[in-house]
C-alpha cells in the first residue's frame, strides 16, 4: 500500500519561503517520478515541479528561479524549497508519485497521491 505523506504548508507574506516535504512508503516498482502539483480555485491543476526516477527535474516556467526541488538519497522524499513567494502561488499543493492529472482535477485516478498541503500568500 502506497502512502505519501506531506507538510510544510501555510501562511505566508508575499516575498517568504516555505519548504514543502513528501515522503513516500510502500512504493515497489523501482524509482518512480515524484512531484508537486498545484490546484487553486478557478485553475486547473498544474505540475509544478518534478523528478523522474533519472533525476531529470522539471519547472513550470513561472516558478523558475524561484522554487527548487530536491530529493534524498533513498528517492523516498522530495522537497520543494519555495522561494520570492506571489499571490499567484497559492492554492492547494499535491505531492504526486506516477501521477497524472486528469480533466485539469488534482487529485485524480492516476498515480498516488498525498492529502495536499494548503499555501497561502498575501
Known amino acids: 500500500h502506497v502512502q505519501l505523506v506531506e507538510s510544510g504548508g501555510g501562511s505566508v507574506q508575499t516575498g517568504g519561503s516555505l519548504t514543502l516535504t513528501c515522503t513516500v512508503s510502500g512504493y515497489t516498482l523501482g524509482d518512480p517520478a515524484m512531484g508537486w502539483f498545484r490546484q487553486s480555485p478557478g485553475n486547473v491543476c498544474e505540475l509544478i515541479s518534478d523528478?523522474?526516477?533519472?533525476?531529470?527535474?522539471y519547472y513550470q516556467v513561472s516558478v523558475e528561479g524561484r522554487f527548487t526541488l530536491s530529493q534524498d538519497n533513498a528517492k523516498t522524499t522530495v522537497y520543494l524549497q519555495m522561494n520570492s513567494l506571489r499571490s499567484e502561488d497559492t492554492g492547494m499543493y499535491y505531492c504526486?508519485?506516477?501521477?497524472?492529472?486528469?480533466?485539469?482535477?488534482?487529485?485524480?485516478?492516476?498515480?498516488?497521491w498525498g492529502q495536499g498541503t494548503q499555501v497561502t500568500v498575501s
Open positions: 504526486g508519485v506516477d501521477a497524472s492529472v486528469v480533466a485539469g482535477r488534482c487529485p485524480s485516478k492516476f498515480g498516488h
Open positions: 523528478i523522474t526516477g533519472r533525476g531529470n527535474v
